[in-house]
């Protein structure tokens, strides 16, 4: 009788035969693992003084907001043909290229500090409770 071969033991073989070339990757459940790993919460211990603190806490949402007007500003100086008075229509696709970086911002970095604000807000409630 014959062992069947798994994938993984066929194209391992292919490849010891240099038949083939093959980079075993990772399984459905390492990848789950993995997945799980990454989302479970870590704990983080930070020594602040609660001046540091208070000033983290009001910082955080105005660097938001204030990435998020940069954005809509330059927007509308970029779109509405305002700028076109300035420096000709040199100046336009600048103002919608710096808009462009602030709204990418909006999404990965301010995300980020929004998560960390969020954390922040919890501990001192956690801690004052």
């Known amino acids: 009788m014959s062992k069947v071969e ?13 038949r083939a070339i093959y980079v075993p990757g990772k399984t459905d459940e390492q ?9 479970a919460p870590k704990p983080v211990t930070l020594h602040l003084s609660e001046n540091d603190l208070d000033m983290i806490t009001r910082a955080l949402p105005q660097a ?6 940069l954005a809509r500003a330059c927007d509308y100086l970029g779109q509405s043909g305002m700028s076109d008075a300035w420096d000709g ?3 336009s696709p600048l103002f919608r ?7 990418g911002a909006e999404c990965e ?4 500090l929004f998560k ?5 807000r ?7 409770a």
């Open 6 to 18: 798994t994938d993984h033991e066929f194209k391992t073989r292919m490849a010891a035969e240099g």
């Open 122 to 128: 919890d501990a001192v409630k956690s801690e004052g």
């Open 31 to 39: 990848i789950v693992a993995e997945k799980e790993r990454k989302a």
């Open 97 to 103: 290229l710096f808009a462009r970086a602030c709204r």
């Open 64 to 69: 938001y907001d204030l990435i998020s007007d």
């Open 116 to 120: 960390l604000d969020m954390k922040f």
């Open 89 to 91: 229509s040199e100046i």
């Open 109 to 112: 970095e301010m995300e980020a």
